[in-house]
């Protein structure tokens, strides 16, 4: 038995800003992009043993979420995968058929603080913001090169939020 935290973020061409360090009367300077070529990167991590999972895909939908269960479940078949997903409308599960090593727990509405998930998004879009790229292929390439950097131990530690880590090993020993 595994805790993951769900979650899906878009990446894309269009420069991401933030805020730089420069001198009194300085005016940053940086290139800026803006396009809407994206592509939809979804994740689980688990807080436990570090574990991750990644797909990639043009968009969002229902099926796309049911097709990632599907893939999921076949990491580790004999594993029950207990998973935290938000109230994305694509992660309604009615007319879905779920794998039988998945289970669901939501977390409330319009509280994404609650899913450690978004700080793995966080970590990779640090990364590359006020960084620009020639096309889809070069920042999937970067993207490509920031999840070999995310290994067990720094999953852990981006998603291992006590409150959770805490309630899972005091129930399961794992």
């Known amino acids: 038995m595994n805790l993951y935290f769900q979650d899906e973020s878009r990446f894309g061409l269009m420069t991401k800003q933030k805020r730089v360090l420069v001198s009194k009367g300085v005016k940053p300077i940086g290139k800026y992009q803006h396009s809407y070529q994206s592509f939809w990167l979804w994740g689980c991590f688990s807080p436990i043993t570090g574990n991750s999972f990644y797909w990639e895909t043009s968009s969002v939908s229902n099926d796309i979420f049911e097709g990632f269960l599907n893939d999921l479940s076949k990491q580790n078949p004999k594993e029950l995968k207990i998973l935290i997903i ?43 913001a006020m960084k620009f790229f020639e096309d889809l292929e070069s920042l999937k390439k970067k993207i490509t090169e920031m999840i070999t950097e995310l290994k067990s131990e720094l999953i852990k530690s981006i998603t291992g939020y006590e409150l959770y880590t805490k309630a899972f090993l005091s129930e399961f020993s794992v």
Do not use: C
């Open 86 to 128: 938000d109230n994305a409308g694509f992660h309604a599960t009615k007319n879905m058929t779920i794998p039988e090593n998945i289970a669901f727990i939501r977390i409330p509405p319009y509280t994404p603080e609650l899913n450690p998930a978004e700080k793995v998004w966080q970590w990779m879009k640090e990364r590359v």
